[in-house]
């Protein structure tokens, strides 16, 4: 287990998805927003030096401020399980802690437990993965849950019938609270490993979900589009309406055909077919 070290942002709510954006290379692994910050939490041993020195060239080229505050391992379970709410996408699928009620009318409950992975349903990237996840065939399907932080888009492949689910993070605490909460959803056919896409040269999946951040995305078009079979349907979002260009540009000269696209508050999503 290890310590976490806390930034905090000090900037008004309607910038924070802008700075947001800005930071989410600085190997940040938890974000929350509150009505005056924003809080960004990263593993002490990551927080050097020069990294802390380009933080604050950028923070404060937006004209913000920041404080920094230690963070123990074992706090952050108490710390999420008081401000933990269950959410639902419509009625395909409902998201909760175990300590919640289950849902009533949906499809799918699923019980998600994050620690210090992403992914709870929260997020507009991963409401909307899983809102266009309702417009996929999964069923008898391999799937790539790329990036999968707490798995919860994973395993809502794996309710979804698909045959096979494969995922992949750069961060242990992901890969743990993966395997945690496939357990407690019952589910036996999500396989994770630590590391990078390179994991999979030399495979191909039906089906890829794809919810990072617009720099990571940009870098794995080629390599995306590799991993999938032909007529393949991939899903991507982490990425903000001014990226849209770019990302569209990017993932057409890949080879894709861009299917549909959706926006929720400042991110967007696209579901990408191989053609």
Not at 163 to 186: P, Q, R, V, W, Y
Request: aromatic content about 10%; some cysteine.
């Amino acid at each position: 287990m290890k310590d976490y070290k806390c930034i905090k942002i000090i900037c008004p709510p309607d910038v924070q998805e802008l700075m947001l954006a800005a930071v989410d290379e600085d190997d940040f692994e938890v974000y929350e927003q509150t009505d005056e910050a924003l809080l960004c939490y990263l593993p002490e041993e990551k927080l050097t030096d020069e990294k802390l020195k380009g933080i604050e060239t950028l923070i404060h080229s937006f004209g913000w401020y920041y404080e920094i505050s230690n963070i123990p391992y074992k706090n952050w379970n108490e710390a999420w399980e008081q401000n933990f709410e269950p959410i639902r996408v419509d009625d395909f699928v409902g998201v909760r802690a175990e300590f919640h009620k289950a849902f009533d009318n949906v499809r799918f409950d699923l019980v998600i437990n994050p620690k210090m992975a992403f992914g709870t349903g929260h997020h507009e990237t991963t409401y909307q993965m899983m809102e266009m996840m309702q417009t996929i065939d999964f069923k008898a399907k391999s799937v790539l849950d790329y990036g999968c932080g707490t798995g919860i888009l994973g395993i809502l492949a794996a309710k979804l019938s698909a045959a096979i689910i494969e995922g992949n993070d750069i961060t242990e605490e992901s890969i743990e609270n993966t395997i945690e909460n496939c357990s407690i959803n019952k589910v036996d056919n999500f396989t994770v490993s630590l590391g990078k896409l390179d994991l999979y040269d030399g495979k191909v999946f039906d089906i890829i979900l794809a919810n990072i951040n617009r720099n990571v995305l940009l870098e794995s078009a080629n390599a995306l589009f590799q991993n999938m079979s032909h007529d393949g349907h991939l899903l991507t979002s982490g990425y903000m309406p001014e990226d849209q260009t770019l990302i569209e540009e990017c993932y057409t000269e890949a080879g894709f055909r861009m299917e549909s696209m959706t926006q929720k508050a400042y991110w967007l999503c696209h579901h990408w077919v191989k053609q």
